[in-house]
């Protein structure tokens, strides 16, 4: 008797589980097609190297050297990963795996790591930020937003335009402006948001680093940094393929993720939903 009670017991709990993973899978699904909602094509824009006249000389020299003239805008991107991830100063690192949708004309992505224990989900849509983490697919221990947020989302979107780098040639919102041979300051306006990076650039053109001022939680804004490595060509545009992000902290760096990119496509939104109507199919 005692038996067939724990073997009911595990059934419950897995049950559970899979509906947890289900639902929340469900949610990512809404969340990305409310994010194609604020889609807008500009692939028939094409970038010419006549445009980086005006520029700082390394960010000339990034541009020559990741695209390519007459290359279209990239206006939407998906990308998956690899990689770890470490929840806290006091915490191990945990592996994970990441999948993104990002939106470049108007600002947004939505992102799902997954770890062995919990579900997280940055995001920002519509112009607000939010971050989500749920512990075994069940329990909600975190659901963030509000203007920090709002300001933190959108500077992750705009630190990650690496990885779709059209999305850094000057424009309405996006300026450049020269600090020495080897770094630049990358400004971005943007609903009311003020938001800039220091960029550092290597000898060869490649962005190895991009660092700004953050909101660590509700409490303080402290030095954020983004770490790139392993420059490779997917659809035809240069990109780093290894990240690391990190707070500059008064105690020392606190290295949090160590990303490797194993999938990314530009301009396939098609793709994306045809993905999605399998995993509607599938379940």
Not at 63 to 75: A, E, M, N, S
């Amino acid at each position: 008797m005692a038996i067939k009670i724990i073997i009911i017991v595990l059934a419950l709990l897995l049950l559970t589980l899979l509906a947890g993973r289900l639902a929340l899978n469900m949610q990512f699904h809404k969340q990305v097609k409310s994010l194609f909602l604020t889609l807008r094509d500009k692939s028939n824009k094409i970038y010419r190297v006549e445009q980086l006249s005006l520029l700082p000389a390394p960010v000339q020299r990034y541009f020559r050297h990741v695209l390519k003239d007459g290359q279209p805008y990239i206006t939407f991107v998906r990308f998956t990963h690899g990689g770890l991830f470490k929840p806290a100063l006091n915490k191990d690192w945990v592996k994970i795996t990441g999948e993104q949708y990002v939106t470049t004309e108007t600002p947004g992505f939505i992102w799902k790591g997954s770890t062995s224990t919990f579900v997280a989900r940055d995001m920002f849509i519509g112009n607000k930020g939010r971050l989500t983490v749920s512990l075994f697919s069940i329990f909600k221990v975190v659901d963030a937003s509000g203007i920090k947020y709002d300001e933190g989302e959108l500077l992750r979107w705009l630190g990650e335009s690496v990885l779709y780098p059209t999305n850094l040639l000057p424009g309405k919102h996006l300026q450049w402006s020269p600090i020495d041979d080897n770094s630049a300051k990358l400004s971005f306006q943007y609903n009311g948001h003020a938001l800039f990076y220091t960029v550092t650039f290597n000898g060869i053109g490649e962005i190895v680093q991009l660092e700004t001022k953050r909101y660590m939680g509700e409490e303080k804004a402290e030095p954020w940094v983004i770490k790139l490595t392993d420059y490779l060509e997917r659809n035809n545009v240069l990109i780093p393929t290894t990240t690391e992000v990190l707070w500059r902290l008064e105690s020392g760096d606190f290295s949090y993720a160590k990303f490797l990119i194993k999938e990314i496509e530009f301009n396939a939104p098609g793709k994306a939903l045809a993905h999605f109507a399998g995993f509607n199919a599938a379940h």
